[in-house]
C-alpha cells in the first residue's frame, strides 16, 4: 500500500485526487492539504511514502522549497511536483530540490497513478522540458518583453503605457497575447515566475534624493 500525501492549494482538484487515488487497491491518501509550507510537519505526523507536491500553493507557498526540506529530512520519502503552468524552468529547480519525478496537472488518474507507483519503486519520470516564453512558439515580441518587464518592475497599466508611449488599451491587448502564448492565467503571476527564474531581471527605481533644503545625516 502506497501512502500518499497530497499538498494542493486548489480543493476542488485536492479533493478529486484524493477520491480518485484513495479509491485505487494499492494506495492510500493519508493526509491532504492546501499549504506547501506545512508539508514537511504533514510528514512527520503520519507514515508517508510518496508525496503529490504542487509547485505554487496557498499564501504563495513554494513546493519547491518545501520538497527540498522534506528530501532534507525524509530521504526516503518520495516526491511527486505536479504543477499546471507550462514553465520550464520548474523541471530544473524540481530536480535540483531533490524531486524523483515530475508531472503536469493535465494527465489522466491512470498515468498518474502509473508515476506515483513507478516513484514509489524507486524510479523517477520527468517529462521534456517545454518551449521557453521566449523561443518557439511561444515567443515574446521585443514589446512583449518590454511589458512583462514593466509588469516585473511593479509599475500599472498607465505607468507601462506612458514609458512605452502607447495607449491603455493598446498595452491591455499585448497582455492578453502574452498569457496567451505562455498559458498563464495572470501577468503578475507570470511576472513573478519570470524574475525568480531569472529570465526577466527588473531594473530597481533608484533611491529619491532628498527633499531640497532637507538637513543631512552623519
Known amino acids: ?56 500553493t496557498e499564501n504563495d507557498a513554494n513546493g519547491i522549497s518545501a520538497t527540498r526540506v522534506i528530501k532534507k529530512e525524509f530521504p526516503d520519502v518520495r516526491v511527486v511536483v505536479m504543477t499546471g503552468m507550462p514553465e520550464i524552468t520548474f523541471i530544473d529547480q524540481a530536480k535540483s530540490a531533490g524531486a524523483d519525478s ?9 498515468e498518474l497513478a502509473a508515476i506515483i507507483t513507478s516513484t514509489a519503486d524507486g524510479y523517477s519520470t520527468f517529462p521534456r522540458t517545454r518551449s521557453s516564453m521566449f523561443s518557439g512558439a511561444a515567443k515574446l515580441s521585443d514589446t512583449e518583453i518590454a511589458i512583462l518587464r514593466c509588469v516585473c518592475e511593479g509599475k500599472s497599466r498607465k505607468e507601462i503605457a506612458r514609458d512605452l508611449y502607447m495607449s491603455e488599451g493598446t498595452i491591455k491587448r499585448h497582455i492578453s497575447e502574452i498569457l496567451a502564448k505562455t498559458g498563464y492565467d495572470s501577468i503578475l503571476r507570470l511576472a513573478v515566475h519570470a524574475v525568480a ?13 532628498p527633499e531640497p533644503g532637507g538637513s543631512a545625516t552623519s
Open 102 to 110: 515530475f508531472v503536469y496537472k493535465n494527465v489522466g488518474t491512470s
Open 1 to 56: 500500500m502506497i501512502r500518499i500525501l497530497i499538498v494542493e492549494d486548489q480543493v476542488i482538484l485536492r479533493e478529486s485526487l484524493s477520491a480518485a487515488l484513495d479509491a485505487l487497491p494499492d494506495m492510500h491518501v493519508v493526509c491532504s492539504i492546501g499549504n506547501a509550507e506545512l508539508a514537511a510537519a504533514a510528514v512527520r505526523t503520519h507514515d508517508v511514502d510518496v508525496v503529490l507536491m504542487d509547485v505554487c
Open 197 to 209: 527564474d531569472g529570465l526577466i531581471v527588473p531594473q530597481l527605481a533608484p533611491d529619491e534624493p
